[in-house]
T-cell receptor, first 115, second 114 residues
Framework: ETGVTQSPTHLIKTRGQQVTLRCSSQ?????VSWYQQALGQGPQFIFQ???????GRGNFPPRFSGLQFPNYSSELNVNALELDDSALYLC??????????????FGPGTRLTVL | DQQVKQNSPSLSVQEGRISILNCDYT??????FLWYKKYPAEGPTFLIS?????DKNEDGRFTVFLNKSAKHLSLHIVPSQPGDSAVYFC?????????????FGKGTLLTVNP
């Protein structure tokens, strides 16, 4: 069984650029959640996708957007990058949504540095 | 405003002894709590969880205690092993079980010395 994978592992961007991060969910999982983990902080919920629809969003501006594809893989897009967007971006997959869903399984993350 | 707080950034214990990691929360709507463990260069790994209708859940060496009136939970690891050295995150969910939006604490770095 393949776990959650994320790409790229690291990347460096400059302020104002756009970035796309990718996540492949664990086999059989239909829900993907994205989290941002700044240095010294815990992961912070960005949004969740369930069966290709956004299913809840945290306190992040609209320049953070996402997609989920029919194979349940997902993308996180960030426009107009700011220095504070530098963080580890974690993707987590699970089965179902809400009560009755199982625990979230996390990928290793993408380390984004904005200069 | 941090809704989940882990006030100890680090904890050091001797191998074989008990490790106790603490977590406090402020949102009374949280009804499901989880502990995750994170090694460097890896994503968080689920460890153990507890629903708000329980006050204790045990899984092998790991036990989580929940005190709803104090809005406090703790993770006990007995006996501690060097492989337990990692960052431990407390997380909570509101009305969505384990699968919905998780609110995390800042984490506690546990070091188990041989």
């Amino acid at each position: 069984e393949t776990g959650v994978t994320q790409s790229p592992t690291h990347l460096i961007k400059t302020r104002g650029q756009q970035v796309t991060l990718r996540c492949s969910s664990q086999s059989g999982h239909n829900t993907v959640s994205w989290y941002q983990q700044a240095l010294g902080q815990g992961p912070q919920f960005i949004f969740q996708y369930y069966r290709e629809e956004e299913n809840g969003r945290g306190n992040f501006p609209p320049r953070f957007s996402g997609l989920q594809f029919p194979n349940y893989s997902s993308e996180l897009n960030v426009n107009a990058l700011e220095l504070d967007d530098s963080a580890l971006y974690l993707c987590a997959s699970s089965v179902g949504s809400g009560l009755g869903g199982n625990e979230q399984f996390f990928g290793p993350g993408t380390r984004l540095t904005v200069l | 405003d941090q809704q989940v707080k882990q006030n100890s950034p680090s904890l050091s214990v001797q191998e074989g002894r008990i490790s106790i990691l603490n977590c406090d929360y402020t949102n009374s709507m949280f009804d499901y709590f989880l502990w995750y463990k994170k090694y460097p260069a890896e994503g968080p790994t689920f460890l153990i969880s507890i629903s708000s209708i329980k006050d204790k859940n045990e899984d092998g060496r790991f036990t989580v205690f929940l005190n709803k009136s104090a809005k406090h939970l703790s993770l006990h690891i007995v006996p501690s092993q060097p492989g337990d050295s990692a960052v431990y995150f407390c997380a909570a969910s509101e009305g969505g079980g384990s699968n919905y939006k998780l609110t995390f604490g800042k984490g506690t770095l546990l070091t188990v010395n041989p």
